[in-house]
C-alpha cells in the first residue's frame, strides 16, 4: 500500500519535499530579500508605501536598540499590535537581534494579556499606544522591564502620519487614557517612544547573534485545554520550512503572474494569527508586498482599499469571503488579477465557496492547520475549480496519519485522529512536558485533536473534533477557558460552554448557568464576560438551569447538551 497516497495527486511542479536547510535561520531568509529588493515595495498602509531597503533599515534600527537595553540572546518580546507597518519593522528586529518574538493579540482583556506575558516571560513589549490602558492594569504582575510605545501614524509619513495620529487619539477617541510612567516589581518601567527608539537605534550596529535551526523564533500562542493559552515553541526552521512548502504550494498559480515584485499580497487576516504571520514571511521571501488592512471588519474602507491597485492573493477565513460578498462594490471590482483565494482558519462552507467562484472566477482554496504547525498544514490544489469539501493534500515534506488512541495508524477510508509530522511542526508548548507528552506519539506525529478519514487519493476530511474546541471566524476558543472564569462570577455556581453552529461565524458560543442568586441576570453575565473575555470568546448566548448533566463522577457532559 501507498504510505503517501496524496503525492500522485501533487499539481505539475510541485515538489515532493523542501530543503529547509538552504537558509542557517529565518534571519538569511530575510536579510537575502533585504539585499535583492532594496528599492522594491514591500508593504504599503492608507497608500503610504515602505520599500525592503527601508524595512532594512528600520528593523536593524529597533533590533540595535533592544540589544543595547541589555536583552540577553533568545529573550522574550512581546508584540501588540494590528496590521500597520510597524509590525513588520518590530518583527523583524526582533529576530534579527537573536531574540523570541511573543505575537499578542491586540484586543485581549487584561486577564489575558496578563497571562500571555507572564507565561513567556516577555521582558520587552511593542505596542500601539491604542491598547497601552490594558497593559498599564497588568504591568505590575508581569517580568516587563522596557515598553515601547508606538503611535498609529508613526510610519505613515511626517504629514499624513501625525494627522492620523491625531485623528485616532483626538476625533476617533481610539486612544483609552493611561498613565506614565509605568510602575513594576522592579520599580519604574522604561517607557520609549517608537520613533525615539528609531533615532536612537539609528546610530548603533546591530549585532550578529547566532541563531540556529533549534533557535526559538516565536512563542505563539494558542488555546489551552487547562483553561490557560499555551505556547508553541516554532523554531527557526519550522518557520522556514512553512514558508518553503507554502511556496511551493501556491507556484502553479503564481508563476503565471511572472514578476513575482508585482504582487500584491492582501493583508486583512491579523497579523499575530500564525495564517497571516506565515504569509506575511512568504511574501518577503518572494520579494512582493503586502497591502496591510488594519482593520478587515471596516469592509467598505477595505473594498475601497481593494479597488485601487491589482491584487493577486487574498487569504481569507470563510467569515471575512462572505462578508465581502454581501457588499455591492466589491462585485464590482476587478478579479482578472486574482489567482489565490485562500481559506483557513475555520471550515470553508460549500455555499460561500460556489459564490466566491460565481462572483470573483478564482476558486476558494481550502486548507487546514494551526498555531502548532506554522499554519497550513493540508491544503487542496491551487489547480482545483471546484470545492471538495475537505482540507486537501499534505504538504511538501509533510506525513499525516490517521492513528487510534493508541498511536497505531489506521487503514485508509477509517475515522482516527489526524496525526502530523514534518519540519513546519512545533518542537513542543513551552514549559508544559506533561502536555508534550501527551501530544506527540512515539514515532513522532503530534496528535491535533481532530477527527478525520483519508481517502484513497490522500484527500482528509475532517468529521469531528475530539477536544471540545470551537472556532470562532478562524479563532480558537477552548471551553475549560471560558468556564473557569464565568464560575467566578457573583452569583453563579457552575456552568458549561458549548459551540453551536451559526451561518456568519461557524460556529458561536452558548454558556449554560446555575446560579446561586435569584436576582443574576443575563446583561450581568454578559458584561462579566465583556470585562474578561477579547470579542470573539464572549457567549452569544446564555442559557440559566437549575442543574447540568454529568456523569457519575460529576464531570459536565457538553455532549449532551449539544444534542438537545
Same mark, same amino acid.
Not at 436576582?519 to 450581568?524: A, G, N, S, W
Given at each position: 500500500?501507498?504510505?503517501?497516497?496524496?503525492?500522485?495527486?501533487?499539481?505539475?511542479?510541485?515538489?515532493?519535499?523542501?530543503?529547509?536547510?538552504?537558509?542557517?535561520?529565518?534571519?538569511?531568509?530575510?536579510?537575502?530579500?533585504?539585499?535583492?529588493?532594496?528599492?522594491?515595495?514591500?508593504?504599503?498602509?492608507?497608500?503610504?508605501?515602505?520599500?525592503?531597503?527601508?524595512?532594512?533599515?528600520?528593523?536593524?534600527?529597533?533590533?540595535?536598540?533592544?540589544?543595547?537595553?541589555?536583552?540577553?540572546?533568545?529573550?522574550?518580546?512581546?508584540?501588540?499590535?494590528?496590521?500597520?507597518?510597524?509590525?513588520?519593522?518590530?518583527?523583524?528586529?526582533?529576530?534579527?537581534?537573536?531574540?523570541?518574538?511573543?505575537?499578542?493579540?491586540?484586543?485581549?482583556?487584561?486577564?489575558?494579556?496578563?497571562?500571555?506575558?507572564?507565561?513567556?516571560?516577555?521582558?520587552?513589549?511593542?505596542?500601539?499606544?491604542?491598547?497601552? @490602558?490594558?497593559?498599564?492594569?497588568? %504591568?505590575?504582575? &508581569?517580568?516587563? #522591564?522596557? !515598553?515601547?510605545? /508606538?503611535?498609529? $501614524?508613526?510610519? =505613515?509619513?511626517?504629514?499624513?502620519?501625525?494627522?492620523?495620529?491625531?485623528?485616532?487619539?483626538?476625533?476617533?477617541?481610539?486612544?483609552?487614557?493611561?498613565?506614565?510612567?509605568? @510602575?513594576?516589581?522592579?520599580?519604574? %518601567?522604561?517607557? &520609549?517612544?517608537? #520613533?525615539? !527608539?528609531?533615532? /536612537?537605534?539609528? $546610530?548603533?550596529? =546591530?549585532?550578529?547573534?547566532?541563531?540556529?535551526?533549534?533557535?526559538?523564533?516565536?512563542?505563539?500562542?494558542?488555546?489551552?485545554?487547562?483553561?490557560?493559552?499555551?505556547?508553541?515553541?516554532?523554531?527557526?526552521?519550522? %518557520?522556514?520550512?512553512?514558508?518553503?512548502?507554502?511556496?511551493?504550494?501556491?507556484?502553479?498559480?503564481?508563476?503565471?503572474?511572472?514578476?513575482?515584485?508585482?504582487?500584491?499580497?492582501?493583508?486583512?487576516?491579523?497579523?499575530?494569527?500564525?495564517?497571516?504571520?506565515?504569509?506575511?514571511?512568504?511574501?518577503?521571501?518572494?520579494?512582493?508586498?503586502?497591502?496591510?488592512?488594519?482593520?478587515?471588519?471596516?469592509?467598505?474602507?477595505?473594498?475601497?482599499?481593494?479597488?485601487?491597485?491589482?491584487?493577486?492573493?487574498?487569504?481569507?477565513?470563510?467569515?471575512?469571503?462572505?462578508?465581502?460578498?454581501?457588499?455591492?462594490?466589491?462585485?464590482?471590482?476587478?478579479?482578472?488579477?486574482?489567482?489565490?483565494?485562500?481559506?483557513?482558519?475555520?471550515?470553508?462552507?460549500?455555499?460561500?465557496?460556489?459564490?466566491?467562484?460565481?462572483?470573483?472566477?478564482?476558486?476558494?482554496?481550502?486548507?487546514?492547520?494551526?498555531?502548532?504547525?506554522?499554519?497550513?498544514?493540508?491544503?487542496?490544489?491551487?489547480?482545483?475549480?471546484?470545492?471538495?469539501?475537505?482540507?486537501?493534500?499534505?504538504?511538501?515534506?509533510?506525513?499525516?496519519?490517521?492513528?487510534?488512541?493508541?498511536?497505531?495508524?489506521?487503514?485508509?477510508?477509517?475515522?482516527?485522529?489526524?496525526?502530523?509530522?514534518?519540519?513546519?511542526?512545533?518542537?513542543?508548548?513551552?514549559?508544559?512536558?506533561?502536555?508534550?507528552?501527551?501530544?506527540?506519539?512515539?514515532?513522532?506525529?503530534?496528535?491535533?485533536?481532530?477527527?478525520?478519514?483519508?481517502?484513497?487519493?490522500?484527500?482528509?476530511?475532517?468529521?469531528?473534533?475530539?477536544?471540545?474546541?470551537?472556532?470562532?471566524?478562524?479563532?480558537?476558543?477552548?471551553?475549560?477557558?471560558?468556564?473557569?472564569?464565568?464560575?467566578?462570577?457573583?452569583?453563579?455556581?457552575?456552568?458549561?460552554?458549548?459551540?453551536?453552529?451559526?451561518?456568519?461565524?461557524?460556529?458561536?458560543?452558548?454558556?449554560?448557568?446555575?446560579?446561586?442568586?435569584?436576582?443574576?441576570?443575563?446583561?450581568?453575565?454578559?458584561?462579566?464576560?465583556?470585562?474578561?473575555?477579547?470579542?470573539?470568546?464572549?457567549?452569544?448566548?446564555?442559557?440559566?438551569?437549575?442543574?447540568?448533566?454529568?456523569?457519575?463522577?460529576?464531570?459536565?457532559?457538553?455532549?449532551?447538551?449539544?444534542?438537545?
Amino acid at each position: 500500500m501507498n504510505s503517501k497516497p496524496w503525492l500522485k495527486n501533487y499539481p505539475a511542479g510541485v515538489p515532493h519535499d523542501i530543503d529547509v536547510d538552504q537558509y542557517p535561520s529565518l534571519v538569511e531568509l530575510l536579510e537575502e530579500s533585504f539585499r535583492k529588493h532594496p528599492s522594491s515595495p514591500v508593504a504599503v498602509c492608507m497608500e503610504e508605501w515602505m520599500t525592503y531597503g527601508q524595512l532594512d533599515e528600520l528593523s536593524t534600527a529597533v533590533g540595535a536598540w533592544l540589544q543595547a537595553q541589555g536583552l540577553a540572546p533568545g529573550a522574550r518580546v512581546a508584540l501588540m499590535m494590528p496590521n500597520v507597518p510597524q509590525f513588520l519593522v518590530t518583527m523583524a528586529a526582533i529576530l534579527r537581534a537573536g531574540y523570541t518574538c511573543v505575537n499578542v493579540n491586540p484586543l485581549y482583556t487584561p486577564r489575558e494579556l496578563a497571562h500571555q506575558l507572564r507565561d513567556s516571560g516577555a521582558e520587552a513589549i511593542v505596542i500601539l499606544e491604542n491598547f497601552a @490602558s490594558t497593559l498599564e492594569e497588568v %504591568i505590575a504582575q &508581569t517580568q516587563i #522591564k522596557y !515598553v515601547v510605545l /508606538a503611535s498609529m $501614524g508613526d510610519l =505613515l509619513g511626517f504629514w499624513y502620519g501625525r494627522w492620523i495620529t491625531f485623528a485616532v487619539r483626538h476625533l476617533a477617541k481610539m486612544v483609552p487614557a493611561f498613565r506614565m510612567p509605568l @510602575s513594576g516589581p522592579q520599580g519604574d %518601567i522604561q517607557v &520609549t517612544p517608537f #520613533k525615539q !527608539v528609531l533615532a /536612537a537605534g539609528a $546610530g548603533k550596529a =546591530l549585532k550578529r547573534v547566532a541563531c540556529q535551526h533549534d533557535t526559538t523564533a516565536f512563542l505563539q500562542y494558542t488555546g489551552g485545554t487547562t483553561g490557560l493559552s499555551k505556547g508553541a515553541v516554532l523554531t527557526h526552521r519550522n %518557520i522556514i520550512a512553512a514558508i518553503l512548502q507554502a511556496e511551493a504550494w501556491f507556484n502553479p498559480a503564481t508563476k503565471r503572474l511572472g514578476d513575482p515584485r508585482k504582487l500584491n499580497n492582501i493583508a486583512a487576516l491579523p497579523l499575530y494569527h500564525i495564517f497571516a504571520l506565515t504569509l506575511s514571511l512568504l511574501s518577503i521571501r518572494s520579494g512582493s508586498f503586502m497591502t496591510l488592512i488594519p482593520n478587515p471588519r471596516d469592509i467598505p474602507k477595505f473594498v475601497e482599499t481593494l479597488k485601487r491597485r491589482p491584487f493577486h492573493l487574498l487569504p481569507a477565513v470563510n467569515t471575512l469571503f462572505n462578508s465581502l460578498l454581501q457588499n455591492p462594490q466589491f462585485r464590482s471590482l476587478d478579479f482578472s488579477n486574482l489567482v489565490v483565494s485562500q481559506a483557513g482558519g475555520m471550515a470553508a462552507s460549500e455555499g460561500t465557496a460556489k459564490q466566491w467562484l460565481q462572483v470573483t472566477h478564482c476558486p476558494m482554496i481550502e486548507g487546514w492547520g494551526m498555531s502548532e504547525t506554522c499554519a497550513i498544514g493540508t491544503n487542496n490544489p491551487v489547480t482545483n475549480r471546484n470545492f471538495t469539501g475537505t482540507i486537501g493534500l499534505p504538504l511538501p515534506s509533510i506525513e499525516v496519519a490517521i492513528k487510534d488512541d493508541d498511536g497505531n495508524s489506521l487503514p485508509i477510508g477509517e475515522s482516527g485522529e489526524i496525526c502530523i509530522r514534518g519540519p513546519n511542526v512545533m518542537t513542543g508548548y513551552y514549559n508544559q512536558p506533561a502536555e508534550n507528552a501527551k501530544t506527540f506519539t512515539p514515532d513522532g506525529y503530534m496528535r491535533t485533536g481532530d477527527i478525520g478519514i483519508m481517502d484513497a487519493e490522500g484527500y482528509t476530511k475532517i468529521v469531528d473534533r475530539k477536544k471540545d474546541m470551537i472556532i470562532v471566524s478562524g479563532f480558537n476558543v477552548f471551553p475549560n477557558e471560558l468556564e473557569n472564569v464565568i464560575s467566578l462570577c457573583p452569583g453563579v455556581v457552575e456552568c458549561a460552554v458549548i459551540g453551536i453552529p451559526d451561518s456568519k461565524t461557524g460556529e458561536a458560543i452558548k454558556a449554560f448557568i446555575v446560579k446561586d442568586d435569584p436576582t443574576l441576570t443575563e446583561d450581568q453575565v454578559t458584561g462579566y464576560c465583556h470585562d474578561n473575555f477579547t470579542a470573539y470568546k464572549r457567549p452569544k448566548y446564555i442559557e440559566f438551569r437549575d442543574e447540568l448533566p454529568k456523569t457519575n463522577v460529576g464531570k459536565i457532559l457538553r455532549r449532551e447538551l449539544r444534542s438537545k
